[in-house]
């Protein structure tokens, strides 16, 4: 099963599952906006595995953009496994998504 991340209507991230549910959960987690952190809660715990980021407010796409951009990796790295895990390759996947996300403007 794959997850998708639409960050505009041209581009999006389309990952592993595993991978979705990490950057969905960190921004369910970060974004500090109940009424975003819910919509987020129901895509994760419904296994939806699309966000799509025209579905929100500017100021919540806004918000979800800052927070891939510069805090999704410091994030994954220090809580992703060290041990009997792809830790590098996990980061360099996630690493795409924060990267994508600075090539979109807010």
């Known amino acids: 099963m794959a997850g998708d991340i639409f960050l505009t209507k041209d581009r999006h991230w389309a990952t592993a599952s595993w991978a979705f549910r990490w950057a969905a959960e960190f921004l369910a987690a970060n974004v500090n906006d109940d009424a975003v952190v819910a919509r987020l809660r129901v895509i994760v715990d419904n296994n939806l595995n699309i966000i799509d980021l025209d579905d929100f407010e500017p100021n919540e796409r806004a918000r979800i953009l800052e927070l891939l951009r510069n805090k999704l990796l410091p994030d994954a790295e220090s809580r992703l496994p060290t041990e009997d895990f792809d830790r590098e390759g996990a980061l360099e996947i996630l ?5 994508m996300a600075r090539d979109v403007s807010s």
């Open 95 to 99: 690493k795409e998504l924060s990267d």
